[in-house]
């Protein structure tokens, strides 16, 4: 008779280790058709804007002209329309994966009960019935034979028990590393509907931008060189107000503070790399890897409005700001910039930004998103303008500029700037 119900316990604890869960199962295996389809949307979308992106490059070689750069924001334009559904459905696919996780940790949840459930009346049931030590076993068995079957049923019956303790950890361990898995995917979540937030602020400065060159022009193409001429003489004014001031400055620069260039010591701030003006002009800038007069005080990169822009290294935000916010310093420094300070006595700047992602105080890590390209400040075509600084050298602050002296930037030591393309890749 023990024998019996300890081969019914068995089983028991089998089938409940076993059972499915039918309506989590059928709802997760829709859950992860839907994400799949939208993965195929999203591969589509990704070779539409590579395709977008080649069109506005070929524009961009084109002379610069009135017309070429209206046709580069109407291109523009497209491609945000394409990178925002591009995110729309990366969140809906994030969402989808969240949801799958859910009833996954349902599921997990659900057996532990379960089990846990059946293992307690089972050992309970044992506890009521079986308390006989072998010698009595024996004696109740009646013969020898029947003895040596009844202790391997109960051996049996452990060895089931072991299996089922074993399932049951096995389960927490499971529940544990899909919880964490749903953490990850919300946080995801959350930069997705950030970034969605940002794209649009992206649409709406595009569209302003193509507003405003056409009333400055007046649709007219000589005064597009004009501007074109008289921006190219801010620039200009603009760098040596900048040097003369900052000619002045003395920072203390430990020479150890900083890493000596290396590639690979920064990341790439954007996902395609094209230099479009290098770092310096003189022979000397070009030997010491500094900034001096007359030369550029960083690196541009093409990069069309709206192209995303990434921190090339984990650190903390010294400083975001628009200079072109200042009245008498419109389109004439840095635009909408941000300022990065490293852990590794470097710091990054990033300007000429259509939009900033990040705030002062916020912690960054390699690869997070700071900002999209743009055409801020002193500039005559979208693009990123890319500074590498030793950080005791650098500091955000005010230049004596009768123009932009009321526009907080980052202001450095002239020593203490360095040739981004020796850090990079």
């Known amino acids: 008779m023990q ?44 070779a539409e804007i590579i395709e977008q992106e080649k069109q506005i490059i070929e524009v961009g070689k084109e002379k610069n002209t009135l017309q070429s750069h209206v046709n580069q924001l109407d291109l523009t334009e497209r491609k945000i329309g394409k990178d925002i559904k591009l995110t729309q459905n990366r969140i809906s696919s994030t969402n989808n994966t969240i949801e799958k996780i859910g009833l996954e940790i349902g599921d997990k949840e659900s057996k532990i009960i379960q089990n846990k ?51 049951l950890e096995g389960l927490k361990v499971d529940l544990g590393s899909k919880q964490e898995e749903s953490r990850v995917e919300r946080a995801k979540l959350s930069q997705q509907k950030n970034q969605l937030s940002d794209q649009k602020k992206v649409v709406t400065y ?64 954007l996902r395609s790399m094209l230099v479009t003006q290098k770092f310096g002009a003189t022979d000397f800038a070009k030997k010491s890897r500094y900034y001096r007069s007359g030369s550029h005080p960083g690196t541009d990169f093409r990069a069309s409005v709206g192209t995303t822009v990434y921190s090339a290294l984990a650190g903390s935000i010294i400083g975001a700001g628009d200079t072109d916010s200042v009245r008498s310093c419109r389109g004439r420094s840095f635009g909408k910039w941000v300022l990065v300070e490293h852990p590794n006595g470097l710091s ?44 005791q050298g650098v500091k955000v602050g005010n230049i004596t500029s009768a123009t932009c002296g009321k526009a907080p930037m980052p202001i450095a030591d002239t020593d203490a700037y360095l040739d981004p393309e020796v850090y990079l890749p």
């Open 3 to 46: 024998e019996r119900v300890f081969r019914i316990m068995a089983v028991v604890l089998l089938v409940v280790a076993l059972s499915p869960q039918v309506l989590f199962a059928s709802t997760i295996d829709d859950l992860k058709k839907k994400i799949s389809d939208r993965g195929g949307q999203i591969e589509q979308l990704e």
């Open 117 to 167: 459930t059946a293992l307690g009346s089972v050992l309970r049931k044992v506890d009521e019935m079986y308390g006989f030590s072998l010698i009595e076993l024996l004696l109740l068995s009646g013969t020898l034979g029947e003895f040596w079957e009844e202790t391997e049923t109960l051996d049996q019956f452990e060895r089931g028990v072991h299996d089922n303790v074993a399932l």
């Open 206 to 269: 595009n569209k302003q931008e193509r507003v405003n060159v056409l009333v400055k022009t007046k649709n007219k193409e000589s005064e597009y060189k004009k501007i074109l001429d008289e921006t190219i003489a801010l620039r200009e004014t603009f760098e040596r107000e900048l040097f003369a001031f900052e000619s002045q400055l003395q920072f203390e620069i430990d020479p150890d503070s900083f890493p000596t260039g290396k590639p690979g010591i920064l990341a790439n701030p």
């Open 348 to 391: 990054t700047l990033y300007a000429h930004l259509s939009v900033i992602s990040v705030e002062k105080g916020q912690g960054v890590g390699t690869g997070t998103i700071v900002g999209y390209s743009g055409n801020t400040g002193v500039t005559t075509a979208a693009h990123l303008h890319f500074g590498v600084y030793a950080s």
